[in-house]
């Protein structure tokens, strides 16, 4: 495990940087715009690139390097950013600069999870991938906290400068993995990717349903579908071979930004046509929905039984 410090100080603070960058890139956009559809604008442009290229990033990940493609876009991020705070803003500019800084997210998400594997053991990845929502919940928690603070003495500009460098200090502790990975599992002692890949389905179709009705209620919810996304992550992990992680995540990570685009429209609708509490009562009836479905009819009479 010691082996992956680097990796989850990495995403430790970027994940700070992440969740402060995000506040103040929502404020440009609102004072660009004028209103609320400056800020929708903004995330739908920050999810475009997972939506439309995750499989063929995930792809570009399995065919190249996981921990290349990690680190490039952790550069491409510190760029994008460094854009935003030091560049004229106009609603193109910020628009454009957002779809960059989201083609690094979809770059570097399915990298992440895809490289994770290569730095512990089998034994060792659950407890790891724990630990890796963890170190990310807690830096997009702290984040806007952190904002907070920061605006009442800075510019919005100065968190952007902000996450810029831990974008670049993430690539830069990224670098330090380099020769450090676990050697890929040989062909014959992993399943098919087509088999394995098929048995995965309903993860990719439970975690788009999670992600839909939990972004429908408030953004902030993405924290809890995110817990759930851990227990996702590890299962993909073992039953899909490493050579098609890339692939697998990128799949998964352009359905959930598929849910999630939906959930930013039909959550605004749902809120501004029959009020926040019905929105969250029908978003978490949803969830129920989706666990019951999840689960195997044996699973539901336990859970039942059980009296959760």
Known sequence: MHRARPFFAAHLQSSLGTGAGYVAILLLAYEQLGNAWGATAVLLADLAPAMLLGPLLGGLIDHTSRLGCAIVADVIGALAFAGLAFLPHSTASLVLLALVAGLSSALLRPATCALLPALVTREQLTRANGIFGAVREIGQLAGPALAAGVLLVATPSAL??????????????????????????????????????????????????????????????????????????????????????GRAFGVLDAIDSWAFGAAILAGGALAASVGGRITFAMAGTGALLVLLAALRPKEVTTWVASGN
């Open 160 to 245: 952007l400068a902000f996450n810029a460098a831990t974008f670049a200090v993430s690539a830069l502790l990224l670098i330090r993995l380099r020769g450090k990975l676990n050697a890929p599992a040989s062909a014959a002692d992993e399943p098919t990717t087509a088999t394995s890949l098929r048995a995965a389905r309903p993860l990719f179709v439970t975690s788009a349903a999670v992600m839909l009705v939990a972004g429908a209620t408030n953004v902030a919810e993405l924290v809890l579908a995110r817990l759930f996304i851990v227990t996702v992550r590890g299962r993909i992990q073992t039953t899909i071979p490493a050579g098609s992680h």
